[in-house]
C-alpha cells in the first residue's frame, strides 16, 4: 500500500470542532496526520478527541486571544507541516450603512486578524524546516459583491489578498498558501437576515443563482489534498469550491 500522505507530520486545524474543520481533521487524520485541533467551544472538541483518539491534540479557545495561539505553538515543538484556517464567522448580511462596530470589529478580527496571526506565528518553524503548506478558508464573498453583508465580504476579500501575499514572499521558501473559496456549506454557523435592505437586494440573486448546498467533506478534500505534497506546483491559487457559483 502507498504510504499515507501526511505520515509523521503535523497539521494545525482552526474551527475543527465543527463543519469544515471538523471533516478536514477527520480526513487528515485518516491519512496519519497528527492533529492539533483549535476550536471555541470545548464540547464540541470532546467530540473530535471521541473520534479521533491519539491522533488529534486539542486546543479550546478563541484565537483572537493571543493566549490561544501561543497554546498552540506550545504544541508544535517537533514542528509544522500544515495550518488549516478553517475557523470563521458570518455577519448578518447587513449593508455599509446599517453596520455596528461590534459586528464590523468582530467578524474581521475573527476571519482576518486571528488567521495573520496564527500564520505569522507558524511561518518561522515552516521556513526553518524548509517547506510547509497553509491553506485559508476565503468565501465566494471574497469573490463577488453580492454573497454576503459587507463585513463578511469585506474580510474574504481580505482573506484572499493576505494569500496571494503571503504565497509571493514565502514560496521561494518552501511554504505554500493558497485558499479555498467555499459556497453554501452545511455548518452550524449562523447566517440570519438582519437588514431588510439585504433581504430585498440579495434575495432574488440568491434565489436564481446559489447552488445546491456542500457537505463540509467536500470542502475537506480540497483543503487536504492543497496542503498535500500532491499540490506541490500550487501556491497563490484562490479555489471555488462552490458548485459552480463562480461560474454564473
Known sequence: MATPRFQNRTVVVTGAGSGIGRATAIRLASESARVIGVDVSRHRLRSLEEELGSSVVTID???TDQLTID?????????????????????????????????WDRVLSVNLTAMMRLTRAV????????????????????????????????????????TLSTAFFYTPHGVRCNAVAPGPVA???????????AQRR?????????????KPEALASAIVWLL????????GAILPVDGGWAAV
Do not use: W
Open 61 to 63: 479557545g478563541d484565537l
Open 71 to 103: 497554546r498552540v505553538i506550545a504544541h508544535l515543538r517537533t514542528g509544522v507541516h500544515g495550518l488549516a484556517n478553517v475557523a470563521g464567522i458570518m455577519d448578518g448580511f447587513e449593508p455599509t450603512a446599517e453596520i455596528d462596530d461590534e459586528t
Open 123 to 162: 511561518l518561522p518553524q515552516m521556513i526553518a524546516a524548509g517547506g510547509g503548506s497553509i491553506v485559508n478558508v476565503s468565501s465566494e464573498a471574497g469573490l463577488r459583491g453580492s454573497a454576503a453583508g459587507t463585513a463578511y465580504t469585506t474580510s474574504k476579500h481580505a482573506v484572499n489578498g493576505f
Open 187 to 197: 455548518t452550524n454557523i449562523e447566517a440570519p437576515f438582519r437588514s431588510e435592505e
Open 202 to 214: 440579495l434575495g432574488p440573486i440568491m434565489q436564481a443563482t446559489l447552488p445546491a448546498i456542500a
Open 228 to 235: 498535500s505534497d500532491e499540490a506541490s506546483d500550487v501556491s
